[in-house]
């Protein structure tokens, strides 16, 4: 089976087709291909699938083998996939995901594709569609209980579940030990990918993210999205932000809707027997 391995920010992919429709993965396959040192390696794996309403269809599976409704990183990256090996040569181009139909602009340099925006739709304030296990109608400024200490969160959903906690220092926050308590929480009966957000100025964010069924990344395009809404909302930052992450910087801007820009990069093809 032919695999091409890539990356948006240093969040990585394996990227697999199946547009005959014959290709069907187990959790076990997918766990073992995303392994870091028995496998491949990546936090995610993406299916190449031919869609009935759109240019495409995109699938998207955690590296816990969990599929998943979207990804930030991902869809850029799949863009790019499709559009370099003459899958879908056109620009833009609209995704099938889980999380509904994507439209993704290309920015192409000697004829493949170094830089993608995506419009990710509108975030999603309703506790009960994010889900979470809350009486009011949305889940802003809610707090857990977390080794007698409370934290202050918000949650969102951008197709996929977010929650978003605002930190004064993100280099000496205790993300691995807060970000999979708040992943497995009762509170989100689907789990949840917990953003951790320093707001630098009115401009300028840094965003950490632990993943839902990926644990730590360099970083999480619609987790991003999902902490520029609500940094947004509480006024905490303006409609145009540069996010800076550790794998890179994505451009956030909400309009209608929320886009995001960021880079693709193809990093290695190979065969998996
Ligand atoms: N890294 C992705 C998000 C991947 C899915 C996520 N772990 C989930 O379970 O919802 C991104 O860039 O958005």
Known sequence: MNFCKMHGLGNDFIVIENLQGNLSLDKFQI?????????????????????????????????????????????????????????????????????????????????????VQVDMGTPIFESQKIPIDNSKERAIDEKVEFNDHLIDFSAISMGNPHVVIFVDDLDNYPIKKIGPFIENHSLFPKKTNVNFVQIIDNENIRVVTWERGAGL?????????????????????????????????????????????????????????
């Open 31 to 115: 766990v073992s291909i995303c392994d870091r040192r028995y496998g491949i390696g990546a936090d995610g794996v993406m299916i190449v699938n031919s869609s009935e309403t759109c240019d495409i269809k995109m699938s998207f599976f955690n590296s816990d083998g969990s599929e998943v409704e979207m990804c930030g990183n991902g869809i850029r990256c799949f863009a790019k996939y499709v559009y370099d090996k003459d899958i879908v040569k056109k620009n833009p181009i609209d995704i099938e995901t889980l999380a509904g139909i994507k439209t993704t602009f290309l920015e192409i340099q000697n004829s493949k594709v170094i830089k």
């Open 217 to 273: 990344t360099l970083a999480c395009g619609t987790g991003t999205c999902a902490s520029v809404a609500i940094a947004n909302y509480k006024g905490f930052v303006k409609k145009k932000v540069n996010a800076s992450l550790p794998g890179g910087n994505l451009l956030i801007e909400i309009k209608d809707t929320i886009y995001m820009t960021g880079e693709a990069v193809t990093v290695f093809e190979g065969i998996i027997e």
